[in-house]
DNA sequence: TATAATGTTAGACT
DNA sequence: AAGTCTAACATTAT
C-alpha cells in the first residue's frame, strides 16, 4: 500500500525519534524475513533514516563502546569489532506493510512480523499478507540514487527514456527503475492531473505532454507527503494515524462519480494487471 | 464464495 | 535481445 508520500512521510516520521536510539533487541516473528538477520544490528546506535524510492533505508553505525568491553578481551577482537562500517536495515512494505511506534506496553497488534526495540519504544513491523521485506547488509559502497520524483521529474528525460516504447503511460510511470516511487494511486492521480489517458503508449505522449506530467507530479506528490499519505483502507502514519490525501484524490476510487475538472464519468478498468481509475472525457 | 487489494518479480511469450 | 504480459507470492475484507 505505501507508495512514495507514505514512505517518505515514515521515514520523516522515524528520522525525529530515531538517531542516536541504540538497537537493544531485534525479534523477527515471520520466518520469512530471515532468521538472524536482526541479531548483527543489536548494540548499535541509528545514524539516521533515509527513503530510496519506496524503501526504507536505516543506516546504523558501529557498535558503541561500552556494550564491547566485554572484560579481559584481546584487544585485537575489540577492535576488529569496532572497525566495521555498520549495517543498513532495509524494509520495503511492498503491499500491506505497516511502521508504528509503539511506547506504551499493551500487547502487540495483530499480524506483527518484526520488533525492534530501543530505550525509547519499540518499532514494529506490521503486515498481514507477508510481502514485506527485512535485510540488513553491512554497509558497503552508496547505491546510485533512484530517481527521486520528490526533486522533479525532469519531462525531457521521460520522453528520452520512453522513446517508441507502446508500454502504456501509467505503467511507465510505475517502473520503479525509471521513476522510483510511484505506485498505483499517484499513477493515476498524475496522470489525470496531466490530462493524459493511461493506456496511452509511454513512446506517443508529446513534449508538451511529458511537461504536464512533470507539472502534475510536482503538484501532487508534495502536496501527499504534506498530508501523511493516503488513507482509504489501512494505511497509519508511525503514530497510527489516517493520512489526509484521500481528500484530494480526483479519479482513484471514484468509479461511477463525476469528474471534478470536466463533469465527466470516472471510468474503471484493468490495465497491467492493476486497477486503473480516468476520465475518458478529459484524459486523451 | 468469488474478487480485488496502495508491490515486485520470475518466467513465458512476442 | 529487448519489450511486454501474466501469474505468483499470502491474507484479509467486501
Keep these: 500500500m505505501p507508495e512514495l508520500p507514505e514512505v517518505e512521510t515514515l521515514c ?3 528520522n525525529a525519534i530515531l538517531p542516536g536510539e541504540k538497537v537493544l533487541a531485534v525479534e523477527i516473528l ?21 527513503r530510496r524510492g519506496k524503501s526504507i533505508r536505516i543506516e546504523i553505525g558501529k557498535r558503541d563502546r561500552l556494550s564491547d568491553m566485554s572484560p579481559e578481551t584481546d584487544r585485537g577482537k575489540v577492535k576488529k569489532i569496532r572497525m566495521d562500517k555498520g549495517f543498513t536495515a532495509e524494509l520495503h512494505l511492498r503491499m500491506t ?8 506496553a499493551t500487547s502487540l497488534p495483530p499480524y506483527t512480523r518484526l520488533v525492534m526495540t530501543f530505550s525509547a519504544g519499540k518499532l514494529l513491523l506490521i503486515d498481514p499478507r507477508r510481502f ?12 546510485p540514487p533512484l530517481a527521486n520524483p520528490l ?41 489525470h492531473h496531466a490530462c493524459v489517458d493511461p493506456r496511452r503508449p ?18 501532487i506528490l508534495p502536496r501527499a ?10 494505511w497509519r502514519d508511525l503514530f497510527g494515524i489516517s493520512g489526509e490525501n484521500q481528500k484530494h484524490l480526483k479519479v482513484y476510487l471514484r468509479d461511477g462519480e463525476t469528474c471534478r475538472r470536466c463533469g465527466g464519468k470516472i471510468g474503471y478498468m ?9 476520465c475518458p472525457a478529459c484524459q486523451k
Design 202 to 219: 509511454s513512446g506517443s505522449l508529446a513534449a508538451n505532454e511529458w511537461r504536464k506530467v512533470e507539472k502534475a507530479a510536482a503538484v
Design 12 to 14: 520523516r516520521q522515524l
Design 270 to 278: 484493468k490495465l497491467s494487471g492493476r486497477g486503473t481509475w480516468f
Design 97 to 104: 506493510g505497516r511502521l508504528f511506534w509503539q511506547t506504551d
Design 132 to 143: 514485506a521485506t527485512f535485510h540488513a547488509r553491512s554497509r558497503g559502497a552508496a547505491l
Design 225 to 234: 507527503v504534506a498530508c501523511r499519505g493516503t488513507t482509504v483502507s489501512d
Design 30 to 50: 515471520d520466518p520469512r524475513l530471515g532468521e538472524g538477520e536482526g541479531e548483527r544490528l543489536i548494540g548499535r546506535k541509528i545514524a539516521a533514516v533515509y
Design 151 to 191: 526533486e522533479g521529474l525532469p519531462a525531457r528525460r521521460l520522453g528520452e527514456i520512453a522513446g517508441m516504447r507502446r508500454l502504456p503511460v501509467k505503467h511507465f510511470l510505475m517502473d520503479q527503475r525509471i521513476v522510483a516511487g510511484i505506485g498505483n494511486i499517484y499513477a493515476c492521480e498524475i496522470l
